[in-house]
């Protein structure tokens, strides 16, 4: 049986709070290029979101503000129902270690260490305790049941990545943030780790925030916004591949 992830519930009060929730949030850098303009966007529980743009659009700055890599200039950023900019360098980055899971287009995998070791290393760096069970049924959701002791460069790019998903989500994040995911991926690989990332979101109730470039990879979101100059200029509640590229082709001319 898998194991569920830890979904913070309703309380007595009402229903929870979005996962992410992004509010007035300005980023302007020190060379003075405003990369976000009073954006505002959340993110509900248990669902998938593709942030798209144009190169230059601020997709980037929003996940790195979004995720307590970088600070706002201006406005909130809540994650997990904590105001990230209240928070010392110190808790915020126990934070990020707790409640945050990353996926990157080039996996970020210890080439010294076996799969299983790159799995679980979330938990041995904060001093957590290792569920046994929760890492066997991500290791069987992700297709690695038969790579454990193997290195990553004896793994296919797709491999990789499946094991930097279950990587990100063996510490149970309220959030998993992909950056391009599936960059690096050929066609066959880089649809069968937007397919998990789906099954994780509509069979685990995961939270998923993922920038990506390509149409097809946004597609398979629940949500979709495009971003320009900074700024959300629409949201797509039903992404559909072809009018996604039409947006972006239009927006680069």
């Not at 954006?39 to 509900?44: C, G, I, N, Q, R």
């Not at 049924?137 to 002791?149: A, W, Y």
């Not at 149970?172 to 066959?188: H, K, N, S």
């Not at 900074?230 to 082709?249: I, K, M, N, Q, Y």
């Amino acid at each position: 049986m898998t194991a569920a992830l830890r979904r913070p519930g309703a309380g007595p009060a009402g229903p929870p709070a979005p996962a992410v929730a992004l509010h007035g949030v300005t980023k302007v850098h020190d060379n003075g290029v405003r990369a976000l303009d009073d954006v505002t966007l959340e993110v509900p529980r248990g669902s998938f979101l593709a942030v798209m743009g144009p190169s230059g659009s601020g997709k980037s700055t929003l996940l790195h503000c979004a995720a307590g890599l970088d600070s706002p200039t201006a406005g909130d950023v809540l994650l997990d129902g904590t105001e990230i900019g209240r928070l010392d360098e110190t808790r915020r980055t126990e934070l990020r270690r707790d409640r945050i899971g990353f996926v990157f287009q080039a996996y970020n995998l210890v080439p010294a260490l076996t799969v299983a070791d790159n799995i679980t290393l979330p938990l041995r760096l904060a001093g957590r305790p290792l569920e046994r069970d929760w890492v066997r049924s991500l290791v069987e959701r992700v297709g690695l049941t038969g790579r454990l002791e193997h290195r990553p460069s004896e793994l296919s790019g797709g491999q990789q990545q499946r094991a930097a998903i279950a990587r990100a989500l063996v510490a149970r994040p309220a959030v998993v943030f992909a950056d391009e995911p599936t960059g690096a991926l050929d066609l066959r690989s880089a649809g069968e780790v937007l397919g998990l990332l789906r099954d994780l979101v509509d069979e685990l109730g995961q939270t998923v925030v993922m920038v990506t470039h390509d149409p097809v990879a946004a597609a398979r979101a629940h949500r979709a916004v495009v971003m320009a100059d900074g700024r959300v200029v629409e949201t797509h509640e039903v992404p559909v591949a072809a009018e996604l590229a039409a947006r972006l082709a239009e927006l680069g001319r």
